[in-house]
């Protein structure tokens, strides 16, 4: 796939740090009183919508429980796809879900702990080695998310030169020191977005 950037329409990222990585083994809760949210939470919503859109074509109705009254929201749906340890390409149902009233700049992915895809043991977070998750939309409109590590996209003929590139441009640019990188690339319309400076 790293190689494979001909095919690939926009690529979607975060930063994934600490608490990101106990979402994946379902264990989020800093604390004794629950599970903790099972999600991966992506700031600058209103900026992300168009490409969160296209790889999440699909718009459902839900209930939601704001402020003591009942509200319906759009949560956006779509696909995960990838490979199993056979080589069998598998697809699961995603669910992208806009703010909420506590958090109103952060729409996320749901439910990450339940989808194969993001496989805790491939993570490796550490200093002087942080982390992207990507989510990697083909021309086919299928997205397949993926992990990127900074040394990787630091080492050459490993990705893609325009896809290292983009990533890395954005791993460096200044931004506040508690501040995840988000950013995407759509490679349909050079559309860009990066979240430093």
């Not at 149902?93 to 439910?111: H, I, K, L, M, N």
Request: proline fraction near 5%; include cysteine.
């Amino acid at each position: 796939m790293a190689n494979e950037a001909g095919n690939v329409a926009r690529i979607l990222y975060k930063e994934l740090v600490e608490g990101d990585l106990r979402k994946l083994q379902a264990k989020s809760n800093d604390a004794d009183t629950g599970g903790g949210a099972r999600d991966f939470r992506f700031g600058s919503y209103k900026t992300l919508l168009p490409v969160i859109m296209q790889m999440f074509p699909q718009t459902v109705k839900e209930s939601r429980k704001r402020g003591g009254t009942v509200v319906q929201i759009d949560v956006f749906k779509g696909a995960f796809s990838w490979k199993d340890a056979m080589g069998q390409v598998r697809s699961k149902e995603a669910y992208f879900e806009p703010p909420t009233d506590v958090r109103p700049s952060e729409g996320r992915v749901a439910r990450v702990h339940e989808h194969p895809c993001f496989d805790a043991s491939k993570v490796k977070i550490g200093v002087g080695n942080r982390v992207l998750l990507l989510l990697i939309q083909l021309d086919d409109g299928s997205v397949w998310p993926h992990y990127a590590e900074e040394q990787s996209l630091r080492t050459p003929n490993a990705w893609h030169p325009v896809v290292a590139k983009e990533l890395l441009d954005c791993l460096d640019a200044e931004r506040p020191l508690n501040q995840a990188v988000i950013g995407y690339r759509d490679f349909t319309n050079a559309g860009r977005y990066c979240n430093g400076k």
